[in-house]
């Protein structure tokens, strides 16, 4: 069998070469169609408890992941007009994006939209926390008693302590289409109000956000909001329910300007997402005005205005870009208008833009004024840096970051292994082929992943400097036995040295394949889907390589002259047989030693195996997803300055389910949570928590006068029935649905976390199941845990687990593999026992210098074995076939050094070297992948030349039949 498929290439040379460059091409073309998928759940199994509570908890009290927008201003703080004009505007700016949650205000929250609820002897109700636009001194420090009076909400939450901050935080639909064009146009806001100009380059426009749908507009019951597919925007497109609508439309207004007659207009039911303009509310394109009509421009050629709001744009395409008043709108300014300056604000509706006709000037100076209250000072210099972080800015800020490294990545890499084999082979084909190989093999993977509709997660940035390990070990070893024939004859013909080259190493090749392969496989039993993705295609790409290894190189080989560098010329002239170079020496001069000094090497051997295993006894586990980000990235800036001056940014939830109906109407109960939250908020890198309990110790306070001595829960039952009662129909019920369920028998706390870091986490959730344990105990409740904090948690800790288990299961399958092949299970004793020394040798040099045990470590442990045991089985058939030929132990190991040492060192100097272009990833997860996986690399090496032969010379082993022939 294996001699029919290396002789394809042989026998068919330019039909196999003809057959793989249609292939090549055919992915080639296909590889526009890579789609990312960063969604951090997509990392927790299907149907795993996490994910299936977390779906419950969102139905029950809308936790969705927010974005979260700072507004920092360290010289005068917050507390000034325009930086409190510009909070409202982003405010205002966010809430209409299509792929923002804002079915009322509070769902994009800050201090210029958020409530309190506060009363005394002649009102109570949901207060604005700013009531309109501060105008003067007094109404800014009106603002900050009101903030001061409800710190316990509003303090960490939506303004730092100091004043410093502000927060904007606004719930982000499902999708990677919605967390992608939200992210884009919250960039774009900000860049506005800072006065730049952003060029997003290639994100800019037709980015591939996710499986595309047809452009073609739809109408009746296919136009709804789900089709919004958020994967395409430029400057001046026009969409309409994420349809883009490439023709224009001008507006035309009758010559008769009449007023707008107001509908009327529920405000409770109407909610448009478009209402918080200058005090003005808007439905279907038309200004609905409470008290007087707003006058109509005037139009060269007018005609009577469409009152049913339809008329105003033409065909009904209603996209929120043409308005009413006869002024066609793109990109959040009317089209004959003056541009706007670039920190005025970037509200899409833009309703600030109301031009009125001169001689009803005096019906609209009230507006007019109010929208000069809301407008920058262009002279003043703008003071506030902004700031964007939150779960979707880390998962789209991965994509981002993972596809610059793949446009970085890949041509370094073959750039570096270029370089590396030119070096090596000093021979262009040396050079070109094993390239060729490496590259069709990633051509072929990716190209695969599209076909089957794959989507390309950030760990699948790793698959290329995997298949270049991979791809450039099989020709390596191809080539340099090549060299090695080509070296004793180079008169023979040249179809007889490669079908000799290929029939000497076609078993190991194979074998090596098959080994690996079981390395990648046991990714299988990881439960994250993004690891099982990779496991396969990395399986897949390593037998397209050794496919590839297996016909395309023999079929170029055999159609070139034998030849070898020029190195190895001039050795040839002068007759220098015994050794190809002085690393040739080295190694046999090195395996005679060891073969001559047995019992220090192995005392040597057994020292350095204690001293690991003690210092992996002190391996520990960590995790963290902002460890995927340089310190000096955008998240990583914003992150850090978010946890030193709010609460945090990783979301703990502590879900309460009692088993009757109005269970959180109980004081004794309500105690406990406060009980909970006031034991939490001790812990080490807890900001805050919010619940219930905090909406009702607030109400205490506000409804006697602000008195601190009433800052707690209300002592009865009926008392703290009636407080929830005034809070639901207090304007903003919506506040209290946050935080419990419409019965009443469910409670939500919310724990604020200012790290993400596993260890701290599992601190934490040990410390609240604890006390639940202790204090809930006849409650009638369950407490579970759920949000951002716990799912990173669960999936480090699968991640660790599974990774743990397929090392071992991976190396047992080895073990089997190599037992069969060899037909000897000391064979394949000898074969798994380098890479075990080596994933000993590298874990306890970890804990030692006291690195944790985190995604990068456990990934390369995996890559290691199925990399690292090439060398073994390498080494253990050559000198399998040389004690066969010599029959003697010395000689077979000097032979066996000469030759597959020497390769052995090679390929793992390759093979390091392309791991090593790691260092230059933007994700130190990867860089530490790269040195964790060349440090493996080095170690299984020089346990192969070191270690091998002292086992070898030490035990004398008989492997079986295969050894006798």
Same mark, same amino acid.
Request: no cysteine.
């Given at each position: 069998?294996?001699?029919? /498929? =290396?002789?394809?290439?042989? *026998?068919?040379? !330019? /039909?196999?070469?003809?057959?793989?460059?249609?292939?090549?091409?055919?992915?080639?073309?296909?590889?526009?169609?890579?789609?990312?998928?960063?969604?951090?759940?997509? =990392?927790?199994?299907?149907?795993?408890?996490?994910?299936? =509570?977390?779906?419950?908890?969102?139905?029950?009290?809308?936790? +969705?992941?927010?974005?979260?927008?700072?507004?920092?201003?360290?010289?005068?703080?917050?507390?000034?007009?325009?930086?409190?004009?510009?909070?409202?505007?982003?405010?205002?700016?966010?809430?209409?994006? $299509?792929?923002?949650?804002?079915?009322?205000?509070?769902?994009?929250?800050?201090?210029?939209?958020?409530?309190?609820?506060?009363?005394?002897? &002649?009102?109570?109700?949901?207060?604005?926390? #700013?009531?309109?636009? $501060? +105008?003067?001194?007094?109404?800014?420090?009106?603002?900050?008693?009101?903030?001061?009076?409800?710190?316990?909400?509003?303090?960490?939450?939506?303004?730092?302590?100091?004043?410093?901050?502000?927060?904007?935080?606004?719930?982000? +639909?499902?999708?990677?289409?919605?967390?992608?064009?939200? =992210?884009?146009?919250?960039?774009?806001?900000?860049?506005?109000?800072?006065?730049?100009?952003?060029?997003?380059?290639?994100?800019?426009?037709?980015?591939?956000?996710?499986?595309?749908?047809?452009?073609?507009?739809?109408?009746?019951?296919?136009?709804?909001?789900?089709?919004?597919?958020?994967?395409?925007? *430029?400057?001046?497109?026009?969409?309409?329910?994420?349809?883009?609508?490439?023709?224009?439309?001008?507006?035309?207004?009758?010559? !008769?300007?009449?007023?707008?007659?107001?509908?009327?207009?529920?405000?409770k039911d109407e909610w448009e997402g478009n209402k918080w303009v200058d005090g003005s509310k808007w439905k279907d394109g038309k200004l609905i005005e409470q008290e007087q009509p707003v006058a109509v421009v005037k139009h060269e050629a007018q005609q009577e205005p469409d009152k049913s709001g339809e008329g105003a744009v033409i065909d009904g395409q209603w996209e929120g870009n043409k308005w009413v008043a006869g002024k066609n709108w793109q990109n959040g300014m009317p089209i004959e208008a003056e541009p706007k300056k670039a920190d005025q604000s970037v509200d899409w509706v833009a309703s600030e833009f109301i031009a009125v006709d001169e001689s009803k000037a005096n019906v609209a100076e009230t507006k007019s004024a109010d929208m000069n209250l809301n407008a920058a000072d262009a002279d003043k210099p703008i003071k506030d840096v902004f700031y964007i972080s939150g779960r979707p800015v880390i998962e789209v800020s991965s994509g981002i970051f993972a596809m610059a490294d793949m446009e970085l990545m890949v041509p370094l890499l073959i750039l570096v292994m270029a370089i590396v084999l030119l070096i090596i082979f000093r021979s262009w084909r040396g050079m070109i082929l094993p390239i060729m190989v490496m590259s069709i093999s990633i051509i072929w993977t990716f190209g695969l992943m599209v076909v089957t509709d794959v989507p390309l997660y950030t760990i699948s940035t790793m698959l290329p400097v995997i298949l270049v390990a991979v791809g450039i070990g099989d020709g390596v070893h191809l080539i340099s036995s090549y060299y090695d024939k080509v070296l004793e004859d180079p008169m023979r013909d040249a179809k007889e040295i490669v079908r000799e080259s290929t029939l000497q190493l076609g078993a190991p090749l194979v074998m090596t394949s098959v080994t690996t392969s079981i390395g990648f496989l046991a990714l299988m039993f990881a439960e994250m889907p993004p690891f099982k993705v990779f496991g396969v295609f990395a399986l897949i790409g390593i037998l397209f390589s050794w496919a590839i290894s297996a016909t395309l190189l023999p079929a170029v080989l055999s159609m070139l002259k034998p030849k070898v560098g020029n190195y190895l010329e001039k050795r040839r002239a002068m007759r220098v047989y015994a050794e190809k170079n002085r690393l040739a020496y080295v190694l046999t001069a090195s395996a005679r030693w060891v073969n001559s000094n047995k019992q220090p090497s192995a005392i040597l051997l057994?020292? #350095?195996?204690?001293?690991?295993?003690?210092?992996?006894?002190?391996?520990?586990?960590?995790?963290?997803?902002?460890?995927?980000?340089?310190?000096?990235?955008?998240?990583?800036?914003?992150?850090?300055?978010?946890?030193?001056?709010?609460?945090?940014?990783?979301?703990?939830?502590?879900?309460?389910?009692?088993?009757?109906?109005?269970?959180?109407?109980?004081?004794?109960?309500? *105690?406990? #949570?406060?009980?909970?939250?006031?034991?939490?908020? &001790?812990? $080490?890198?807890?900001?805050?928590?919010?619940?219930?309990?905090?909406?009702?110790?607030?109400?205490? !306070?506000s409804l006697h006068s602000g008195d601190e001595k009433y800052n707690h829960i209300p002592e009865t039952r009926a008392q703290i029935a009636e407080y929830l009662f005034l809070f639901s129909v207090s304007g903003r019920p919506q506040q209290l649905d946050e935080v419990v369920d419409f019965d009443y028998k469910t409670g939500l706390i919310t724990i604020m976390i200012q790290t993400d870091h596993t260890r701290d986490l599992k601190h934490i959730m040990d410390s609240v199941n604890h006390y639940v344990v202790e204090n809930f105990q006849n409650q009638n409740v369950e407490v579970n845990l759920s949000g951002s904090g716990n799912n990173s948690y669960i999936w480090a800790d699968l991640l660790i687990d599974s990774q743990t288990s397929a090392i071992v299961l991976s190396k047992a399958a080895i073990l089997i593999v190599a037992g069969l092949v060899f037909v000897s299970l000391l064979a394949g004793i000898y074969v798994v026992i380098p890479v075990t020394l080596s994933t000993l040798f590298v874990a306890g040099a970890a804990g030692l210098f006291g690195v944790p045990l985190d995604v990068s470590t456990a990934l390369a442990a995996g890559i290691a074995i199925g990399v690292g045991v090439d060398y073994a089985i390498h080494f253990i058939y050559r000198y399998i076939n040389e004690k066969k030929k010599t029959g003697d132990h010395e000689q077979a190991i000097d032979n066996t050094m000469r030759s597959t040492g020497y390769t052995i060192v090679i390929n793992a100097i390759v093979v390091s070297v392309g791991f090593a272009v790691l260092f230059f990833s933007q994700f130190p997860p990867h860089v530490k992948l790269g040195y964790f996986v060349t440090a493996y690399m080095i170690v299984s090496c020089l346990v192969a030349i070191w270690v091998l032969p002292a086992l070898l010379s030490y035990f004398r082993p008989e492997f079986g039949k295969t050894e006798k022939g």
């Open positions: 069998m294996l001699k029919t /498929i =290396y002789s394809l290439g042989i *026998n068919s040379p !330019k /039909i196999v070469i003809a057959v793989i460059a249609a292939i090549t091409i055919f992915f080639f073309m296909q590889l526009d169609g890579l789609r990312w998928e960063t969604d951090a759940r997509v =990392y927790l199994p299907k149907g795993h408890e996490g994910i299936i =509570y977390d779906e419950k908890v969102d139905d029950i009290f809308g936790v +969705k992941d927010t974005l979260v927008v700072t507004v920092v201003n360290d010289e005068e703080g917050i507390y000034n007009t325009e930086t409190l004009k510009r909070i409202d505007r982003i405010t205002k700016a966010i809430s209409k994006l $299509p792929g923002v949650l804002a079915k009322s205000e509070i769902d994009v929250a800050s201090i210029t939209s958020a409530t309190v609820f506060e009363g005394d002897s &002649t009102r109570m109700g949901a207060m604005p926390v #700013m009531n309109g636009l $501060p +105008k003067t001194k007094d109404d800014i420090d009106l603002l900050k008693q009101r903030i001061e009076l409800h710190k316990d909400i509003l303090v960490g939450n939506l303004v730092s302590a100091d004043g410093s901050a502000a927060m904007i935080r606004a719930k982000i +639909k499902e999708g990677a289409n919605f967390r992608y064009q939200s =992210y884009f146009q919250v960039k774009a806001i900000l860049a506005k109000e800072s006065g730049v100009e952003m060029d997003w380059g290639p994100w800019a426009g037709d980015g591939n956000w996710g499986k595309k749908k047809s452009d073609e507009a739809t109408d009746g019951a296919d136009d709804k909001e789900e089709e919004w597919e958020g994967n395409q925007w *430029n400057d001046g497109t026009k969409w309409k329910n994420g349809k883009r609508i490439d023709e224009s439309a001008d507006v035309v207004v009758d010559d !008769k300007s009449e007023p707008l007659v107001a509908e009327a207009v529920d405000e057994l020292l #350095m195996i204690a001293v690991t295993l003690f210092g992996a006894s002190k391996l520990f586990v960590d995790s963290s997803w902002m460890s995927d980000f340089q310190e000096d990235t955008e998240i990583s800036r914003a992150t850090k300055l978010i946890n030193e001056r709010f609460s945090g940014t990783i979301f703990l939830n502590v879900v309460l389910e009692a088993d009757k109906k109005d269970a959180f109407k109980d004081p004794e109960l309500l *105690n406990k #949570m406060e009980g909970l939250q006031t034991y939490v908020e &001790t812990l $080490p890198y807890v900001g805050d928590s919010l619940s219930v309990v905090d909406y009702l110790k607030s109400m205490n !306070k």
